[in-house]
């Protein structure tokens, strides 16, 4: 036979009770949550601020201490550049920067990962050819187990000029045209 089980109307003002009391303990670690992405979003901007500074002013030194030692990059001409490799083309000013604007820059956390993604305006040259242009480049940075963040990735693209649009290929029965 069935029988309705009474549940006393004090046990859920009871459980209701403790389950504020949880959410207002958590709400301050989720404050300093938040208050702590934003301060690595900042140390990051600080240092993209760093290398920036670093690149017009051919600060060597900084920059080797900025990169991972696996650093790997990806020119604006497709060329792949290991820290070594890049070290080298700055000393012996095979690429120089003289003008670098930045905008629309953003950063986005992942764990112990950040990823800088910036548009912006270079003037200089690479090799003996002028770069002089709009870019978007990503630059990802990795914390280390020490709490400093190291670059290890870079790539650069160069943005249409004039009136050339990039525009989505149209696609027709499943096949790009």
């Not at 109307?9 to 009871?14: E, G, K, N, T, Y």
């Not at 303990?25 to 301060?39: E, F, S, T």
């Not at 600060?59 to 604006?76: E, N, P, W």
């Not at 400093?148 to 990039?166: D, S, V, Y």
């Amino acid at each position: 036979m069935y029988r309705p089980i009474a549940i006393s109307p004090v046990l859920p003002r009871v459980q209701v009770g403790r389950l504020l009391i949880v959410c207002l303990l958590l709400l301050p670690v989720q404050a300093h949550a938040g208050q702590a992405k934003r301060d690595v979003k900042r140390e990051i901007e600080k240092l993209e601020d760093e290398w920036r500074t670093a690149q017009l002013s051919g600060d060597i030194s900084t920059m080797d201490c900025m990169l991972a030692d696996d650093y790997v990059g990806i020119t604006m001409t497709g060329q792949v550049t290991t820290k070594v490799q890049q070290l080298a083309r700055l000393r012996s000013r095979t690429f120089v920067i003289t003008r670098l604007d930045l905008q629309d820059r953003k950063v986005k956390l992942a764990g112990q990962v950040a990823i800088v993604t910036v548009k912006a305006r270079v003037e200089g040259r690479s090799d003996v050819r002028r770069i002089d242009g709009e870019y978007r480049y990503t630059r990802i940075y990795h914390q280390l187990a020490s709490g400093a963040w190291k670059i290890t990735n870079f790539e650069a693209t160069r943005l249409p000029t004039g009136n050339h649009h990039a525009s989505a290929p149209r696609v027709q029965n499943g096949q790009a045209s």
